[in-house]
């Protein structure tokens, strides 16, 4: 069955803390994202990876960077967490090949910076 | 204007209706679509992908419009189970493979006894 995993659900830090989301995807995907989710803003891409190493700005990109060191794990950093990044977060991964490709989704880290 | 736009409603129906759910996006470089369907405090999961022939999965018949980039979700013979919210993405080809997607902001529903 296919299954993303993050490191937790609910997560509570301090305004200028650096902060780890930790993604892993157990299906061999190429491709994985991270969104934010917000009220009346929906889903909105922060970075993506489509290989090891490889990262791609998003939408949404400023105040977080991303790591992919290995192929099946995609992390998202916050270097300097502000109270305007709390937020839902949702990892997602997707097979490579084309356009049609359904994305996966994890569970979710809900993060409030206090 | 926002890429996609929905109705956020809520559609409060009773069950056994018919309810339809209509989204537009403004990329017309869009190359696919599909509707997700997210249950409360929970993640988005994929419905049905959208073709332009329309199509159809049980009771869910999704459809699609390139020319007015109008895509359409519509439920036949609502049950309670189908309340949740219901997301209409776009998606456009990544160089490196893969897609991008546009999510709207979602459609609730709420079927009701």
């Known amino acids: 069955d296919v299954k993303v995993t993050q490191s937790s659900r609910y997560l509570v830090k301090r305004t200028g803390e650096k902060v780890f989301l930790e993604c892993v995807q157990d299906?061999?995907?190429?491709?994985m994202f991270w969104y934010r989710q917000d009220p009346g803003l929906g889903l909105r891409l922060i970075y993506f990876?489509?290989?090891?190493?490889?990262?791609e700005k998003g939408d949404i990109p400023e105040g977080y960077s991303v790591s992919r060191e290995k192929k099946e794990r995609f992390s998202l950093i916050l270097e300097s967490a502000s109270t305007n990044q709390t937020s839902m977060y949702l990892c997602a991964s997707s097979e490579y090949r084309s356009s049609y490709n359904e994305q996966f989704f994890g569970p979710g880290t809900r993060l409030t910076v206090l | 204007r926002k890429e996609v736009e929905q109705d956020p409603g809520p559609f409060n129906v009773p069950e056994g209706a018919t309810v339809a759910f209509n989204c537009t996006y403004s990329n017309s470089a869009s190359q696919s679509f599909f509707w997700y369907r997210q249950d409360c405090r929970k993640e988005p999961k994929l419905l049905m992908s959208v073709y332009s022939s329309g199509n159809e999965d049980g009771r869910f018949t999704a459809q699609l419009n390139r020319a007015s980039q109008y895509i359409s979700l519509l439920i036949r013979d609502s049950k309670l189970s189908d309340s949740a919210t219901y997301l209409c993405?776009?998606?456009?080809?990544?160089?490196?493979?893969?897609?991008?997607?546009?999510f709207g902001t979602g459609t609730q529903l709420k079927v009701e006894l």
């Open positions: 993405v776009v998606s456009e080809g990544l160089t490196g493979g893969g897609n991008k997607l546009t």
């Open positions: 990876s489509y290989d090891v190493k490889m990262k």
């Open positions: 299906m061999d995907h190429e491709n």
